[in-house]
Structure formats: C-alpha cells, structure tokens
C-alpha cells in the first residue's frame, strides 16, 4: 500500500507564498493521477488541483478558486509532487491533502473526492495576518 507524505505546511501572511510536497513511498507506484484538495474547518473536502496521465497525454486542471495563483507540478526522479501557492488569502486557509489514483481515465481529470483511492495525512496552510 503507498503512502503520500504531505509537507511544506504553515503560517504564511495574506499576499506571502507556501510550496507544499507530496512523496509517495512507493518508487514504482503507477498512478494515473495525483492531486491536492483542501478542507476549511467546518466545510467539505474542496478540489484545488490535479494531474492526470492517459495514452502519453497529460492533463492539468484548477479550482477555479486558485487558478493564476497556485501552480501544481511533479519530480519524477523524486517521485513528489508539488503545489506553489502564491498571493495567499486568508480564505486559502485549510488542512491541505495530496491525493492519487490509478483507475485509467481518457481525456479527464479527477477532481472529486470519491475518485481518489490514496491520500495523504494532511499539512495545515494558515494565512493570517
């Protein structure tokens, strides 16, 4: 069973940036996509951004909460995956989750919750001043 560690978590001010990580255990973990989620206290799993790999093509696709601010990527000789998140808000407050999955998908990113099979334990990200 793989793992996927989250880091890079913490206190930033509002405008500041934070780069969180995502290692998966598991060097030959073949998954067909990986993402990051977020969830504010009170409030549901919220989708952020995610990849995903079909036939050689990969995909990408933001919330559109983040998009033009936060940018997701990947190391494969590090097998992590990366979210930079700049011009942060205090709404971008939220325990951060890495996710990934490997039911093939053509021409589609997952971006819901229930088509994740793995996830990571959480990074808090508090944006205040």
């Known amino acids: 069973q793989v793992q996927l560690v989250e880091s890079g978590g913490g206190l930033v001010q509002p405008g500041g940036s934070l780069r969180l990580s995502c290692a998966a255990s598991d060097r030959t973990f073949s998954r067909t996509a990986m993402g990051w989620f977020r969830q504010a206290p009170g409030k549901g799993r919220e989708f952020v951004a995610a990849?995903?790999?079909?036939?050689?093509?990969?995909?990408?696709y933001y919330a559109d909460s983040v998009k033009g601010r936060f940018t997701i990527s990947e190391d494969n000789a590090k097998n992590t995956m990366y979210l930079q998140m700049n011009s942060l808000k205090p709404e971008d407050t939220a325990v951060y989750y890495c996710a990934a999955d490997k039911e093939e998908r053509f021409s589609y990113v997952p971006r819901y919750p229930y088509e994740y099979t793995y996830w990571g334990q959480g990074t808090q990200v508090t944006v205040s001043s």
């Open positions: 990849f995903s790999w079909s036939g050689g093509i990969g995909l990408i």
